[in-house]
């Protein structure tokens, strides 16, 4: 019972914050376009770990490489900040 609960509101949250996104895409041509971008990405089951030979090595070692969840859950974040840093320097110049 408990987890349909939270399913329902994990539902709900999802429901208003898209409500919330289509409302700011649609005040916003910019905004819309990078969104859109990034909605399009297809992600496969695997990743490249782009780091130094040693550090793969210590992270393979101590079982702490990422899963792919978390890499893709990163580079949305990622995606996210730098559509944000994107729409804030074009209010700017506007300004």
Known sequence: VNTAIQEWGDKRQFGILRKRQLKLDENNPMRAALNSYTNNLVFSDSYQLNAQAE????MVRNNALPNVNAVV???LDLRDLIRNQILQNVDDARA
């Open 55 to 58: 550090e793969k090595k210590n």
């Open 73 to 75: 859950v990163s580079d």
